[in-house]
């Protein structure tokens, strides 16, 4: 039997989610460091989190990484969600690839339809080039540094 994915497992922290309309992403410049820098720490692992941040006169601003805890492994990151606290800040998530492609796979694309507002994917060389926006309905989305 196969094991749920890390965004099935995300899935039940994002349903809570507003799906609120925005049509412009900010974000804020350090958590973009941060998820640079896990995803290089985290190679050849896959890590994954959940975007915090809030929409507001049609701006999404993202200003904070919420982790799960867990563990990572070859395998892809072994999390235990039922630890979270509340996340009702949850707009999205974030997750690497190991390999050069930034495309979501199938599986990105059904949690991205189900849960949240907006996603990240970070693939390799891991800099600011390899970051990958998308919407709910995985179509690249422009977002700003701020
Ligand atoms: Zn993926």
Do not use: C
Not at 10 to 25: A, H, I, N, P
Not at 68 to 83: H, R, Y
């Amino acid at each position: 039997m196969e094991k749920p994915s890390i965004f099935q497992r995300l899935m039940s922290y994002l349903l809570g989610t507003d799906k609120k309309l925005y049509r412009e992403v900010h974000i804020d410049r350090e958590v973009v460091e941060e998820i640079l820098q896990i995803a290089r720490e985290s190679y050849p692992n896959e890590f994954a989190a959940i975007l915090g941040g809030k929409v507001k006169n049609g701006i999404l601003h993202i200003d904070g990484l919420l982790f799960l805890p867990g563990e990572t492994s070859d395998k892809g990151a072994v999390m235990n969600i039922f630890m979270m606290p509340l996340v009702d800040e949850g707009v999205g998530s974030v997750h690497s690839h190991p390999g050069y492609n930034g495309s979501p796979s199938s599986a990105d694309l059904h949690f991205f339809s189900k849960n949240g507002l907006f996603h990240l994917i970070i693939a390799q060389p891991y800099n600011h080039d390899s970051i990958f926006a998308y919407n709910s309905f995985g179509e690249r989305i422009d977002f700003k540094l701020i």
